[in-house]
């Protein structure tokens, strides 16, 4: 893919910036992601990017939109949810604070991991 050179006012790259690290994205895959979302949505007939951006922004109520606006909010959700659920790695979260967690194995039964609490008993 080629790039071309732009310039783009500081507070919307600096959102793109923050917004982007959260989605293991670089500020400028952010700022090419939204302009496809935005180039999709100005496209759809009955739907205002306005008021989508606004949504996604919390600034206003998701029940304020109509059904397609709403479609491509959870849309946007299910990607963002996505992405995120892809950089967690909440074991080793817990394994560096000490504490352990229990989970399902391959066959379906409750395992513990990690360390143990001081103090409880082996099997209970």
């Known amino acids: 893919m080629s790039s071309t050179h732009t310039r783009i006012d500081d507070e919307p790259f600096e959102l793109a910036k923050v917004v982007g690290s959260m989605l293991s994205r670089s500020a400028d895959q952010q700022v090419t992601h939204w302009a496809q979302i935005c180039r999709g949505i100005e496209s759809a007939e009955g739907v205002s990017g306005r008021a989508i951006a606004e949504v996604l922004a919390q600034r206003s109520r998701?029940?304020?939109?109509?059904d397609k606006e709403q479609a491509i909010v959870?849309?946007?959700?299910?990607?963002?949810?996505?992405?995120?659920?892809?950089?967690l790695d909440i074991a080793s979260e817990l394994a560096a604070e000490g504490r352990s967690w229990v989970e399902l194995d391959e066959q379906g039964r409750v395992v513990e991991r990690g360390v143990k609490p001081e103090g409880t008993a082996a099997g209970g």
């Open 74 to 87: 959870r849309a946007e959700w299910a990607e963002r949810i996505k992405e995120r659920r892809s950089t």
């Open 62 to 66: 998701y029940d304020a939109l109509n």
